[in-house]
């Protein structure tokens, strides 16, 4: 029942993230195609290219106020995506954790019936 809740859990935290980081490209897509004039592909690349800092160089910033919105939009969407997934992590290891911790308690239970019975 307990492993139940926690995938619960699990479940909700993925969906959360997944949420979160699509919000903070569809916001950053808008965004560049404003500011920049960007196509809709250039801009979503451009927002996922940022996010995941790999910064590949061939499309940048181009006026003042689009790097001043790059600057910020890195600074809080990194932290975000890093929270992100940083949830979805530990909220599978507690999953894993109790999943194990049970199969231990079970396996010990069961040796001790055993002995006792003897």
Do not use: C
């Amino acid at each position: 029942m307990r492993y139940n809740v926690l995938m619960i859990k699990f479940k909700t935290s993925v969906l959360s993230a997944v949420f979160s980081i699509s919000v903070l490209i569809g916001f950053g897509t808008w965004a560049f195609h404003l500011l920049e004039e960007w196509t809709w592909a250039e801009s979503f690349y451009f927002s996922v290219a940022t996010l995941t800092t790999v910064g590949y160089g061939d499309i940048h910033p181009t006026s003042d106020s689009s790097r001043v919105f790059t600057a910020i939009f890195i600074l809080v969407g990194v932290g975000i995506v890093i929270a992100a997934l940083t949830s979805i992590g530990s909220r599978y290891l507690n999953t894993q954790e109790k999943e194990l911790s049970d199969n231990i308690t079970r396996r010990i239970t069961r040796r001790n019936k055993r002995r006792s019975k003897k």
